[in-house]
């Protein structure tokens, strides 16, 4: 991967020896230090640090160049996976508010299944397999490799999303006037969601262990994103409130009103993009911190 900065590009060059380095043939004679003359030192010449900008791009674009093929069966399952939880729920839910939690829950889980599960695997797999080193020696700011795979991985999700929301409110006779909501619940929910799961990847100790936290998020996401809130127990409504993606299905379900409270929907969201933003910079965090050791 290239990161351009201006039109120059970002280029290593090799150290000069220094005055310990052993130095033989012809270069011993024209190196030798004249008398009277203060030795000449070249220092390193490092290559400079892009902006977060370019590098954010040219992250973005290498991840999902690389990840295009492989994810488009996951999205399907994971698209398959939301609609046929609704067809389940069908049978269960008649509707009102009950059918649009639904519906929102699962159209936010295909984000779920994306952003949190598959990119705490992706990054276990890099910290396991020291792909974090190649990361390391590239001159990008740590939030542009996390920013960059999280969106990247936050892409694939639209999709599935869309089709998800749309097959839930046919399935149930939910209104899609207000649907366009999703244009802002998308890309907040898998800010709070990818952020949670790097940060997962980059925090576990092993691989294995990666995985189990991604497929605990995921069903986490599963049981107190679709479930209504109403059936769930008091505690674990508790533990509801703390799921990021929450407050992203909250203001999908509230569209789905013939008259939704705008300034309720508004604080929803407001809500998701401060948690996003908290769990990015936690997974910047984590980055350093794995990048180190």
């Given at each position: 991967?290239?990161?351009?900065?201006?039109?120059?590009?970002?280029q290593?060059?090799?150290?000069?020896?220094t005055?310990?380095?052993?130095?033989?043939g012809p270069?011993?004679r024209?190196?030798?230090?004249?008398p009277?003359r203060?030795a000449r030192?070249?220092?390193?010449?490092?290559a400079?640090?892009?902006?977060?900008?370019p590098?954010?791009?040219?992250?973005?674009?290498?991840?999902?160049?690389?990840?295009?093929v492989?994810?488009?069966?996951?999205?399907?399952?994971?698209?398959f996976?939301?609609?046929?939880?609704?067809v389940?729920?069908?049978g269960?839910?008649?509707?009102?508010a009950?059918?649009r939690a639904?519906?929102a829950?699962s159209?936010v889980?295909?984000?779920a299944?994306?952003?949190l599960?598959?990119?705490?695997q992706y990054?276990g797999?890099l910290?396991?397999?020291?792909?974090?080193?190649h990361y390391?020696?590239?001159p990008v700011?740590?939030?542009?490799?996390v920013l960059?795979?999280?969106?990247?991985?936050?892409?694939?999700?639209v999709p599935?999303?869309?089709?998800?929301?749309?097959a839930g409110?046919?399935?149930?006779?939910l209104?899609?006037?207000?649907?366009?909501?999703?244009?802002a619940v998308?890309?907040?929910?898998?800010?709070?969601?990818?952020?949670l799961?790097?940060?997962?990847?980059?925090?576990?100790?092993r691989?294995?262990?990666?995985?189990?936290?991604?497929?605990?998020?995921?069903?986490?996401a599963?049981?107190?994103?679709?479930?209504?809130?109403?059936?769930?127990?008091g505690?674990?409504?508790?533990?509801?409130?703390?799921?990021?993606?929450?407050?992203?299905?909250?203001?999908?379900?509230?569209?789905?009103?013939?008259?939704?409270?705008?300034?309720?929907v508004?604080?929803?969201?407001a809500?998701?993009?401060?948690?996003?933003?908290?769990?990015?910079?936690?997974?910047?965090?984590a980055?350093?911190r794995?990048a180190?050791?």
């Amino acid at each position: 991967m290239r990161v351009g900065v201006g039109r120059e590009h970002c280029q290593v060059r090799s150290i000069v020896p220094t005055e310990s380095a052993k130095v033989t043939g012809p270069e011993a004679r024209t190196s030798a230090v004249r008398p009277g003359r203060p030795a000449r030192t070249a220092p390193a010449a490092l290559a400079p640090r892009a902006g977060l900008l370019p590098s954010l791009a040219a992250v973005y674009r290498a991840q999902l160049s690389r990840a295009r093929v492989a994810r488009i069966p996951l999205l399907f399952v994971a698209t398959f996976q939301s609609v046929g939880i609704m067809v389940l729920m069908r049978g269960v839910v008649d509707g009102g508010a009950e059918a649009r939690a639904v519906v929102a829950g699962s159209s936010v889980l295909v984000v779920a299944f994306v952003a949190l599960n598959l990119l705490a695997q992706y990054f276990g797999r890099l910290r396991a397999g020291g792909g974090l080193d190649h990361y390391a020696t590239l001159p990008v700011p740590p939030a542009a490799v996390v920013l960059g795979a999280a969106g990247a991985y936050a892409s694939f999700t639209v999709p599935g999303t869309i089709v998800t929301a749309v097959a839930g409110s046919a399935l149930f006779g939910l209104p899609m006037t207000h649907l366009w909501v999703l244009v802002a619940v998308i890309p907040l929910s898998g800010a709070a969601l990818s952020g949670l799961g790097a940060a997962l990847g980059l925090l576990a100790p092993r691989q294995e262990l990666a995985t189990l936290l991604g497929q605990l998020g995921m069903s986490a996401a599963l049981l107190l994103g679709v479930l209504p809130a109403e059936r769930l127990p008091g505690p674990v409504g508790w533990a509801r409130d703390l799921l990021p993606s929450t407050y992203g299905v909250e203001a999908l379900a509230r569209s789905f009103d013939t008259h939704p409270d705008w300034a309720v929907v508004a604080l929803d969201l407001a809500v998701c993009a401060a948690v996003g933003v908290l769990s990015l910079a936690v997974a910047t965090w984590a980055y350093r911190r794995a990048a180190v050791r």
